[in-house]
């Protein structure tokens, strides 16, 4: 059974910093895509960031280029989100997905992530940015 379980979510100031962390098992873990996306109430889920299953290769959107990283390691079969600087307006339940391992060069060639390509999800952890 693909379980994936997200953990790192929490409340933190605005310019503050948070790491999330998204634990995967029942597949392959080293030879597929994982993404993050969040959903702000009231709004629809977007793609945050994706990084690729061979090479390493990323995508970000552009909303947090320069402020967010993503990692993967594949001997604890995790994805790491660090997320510094962050704003109000990314208060969110944030989610971990499993792609196909093309889904990161289809993200940088279409500049969005589409969650249609991502075919197992967590649960959601909730970040909330507020002074």
């Known amino acids: 059974e693909v379980q994936l379980v997200e953990s790192g979510g929490g409340f933190v100031l605005p310019g503050g910093s948070l790491r999330l962390s998204c634990a995967a098992s029942?597949?392959?873990?080293?030879?597929?895509?994982i993404g993050w996306f969040r959903q702000a109430p009231g709004k629809e889920r977007e793609g945050v960031s994706c990084i690729s299953s061979s090479d390493g290769s990323t995508y970000y959107a552009d909303s947090v280029k320069g402020r967010f990283t993503i990692s993967r390691d594949n001997a604890r079969n995790t994805v790491y989100l660090q997320m510094n600087s962050l704003k109000p307006e990314e208060t969110a339940v944030y989610y971990c997905?499993?792609?196909?391992?093309?889904?990161?060069?289809?993200?940088?060639?279409?500049?969005?992530?589409?969650?249609?390509?991502?075919?197992?999800w967590g649960q959601g952890t909730q970040v909330t940015v507020s002074s």
């Open positions: 997905a499993v792609a196909h391992p093309g889904a990161v060069t289809t993200a940088q060639g279409l500049g969005v992530m589409e969650d249609y390509e991502y075919d197992y």
């Open positions: 029942g597949f392959a873990f080293a030879d597929y895509a």
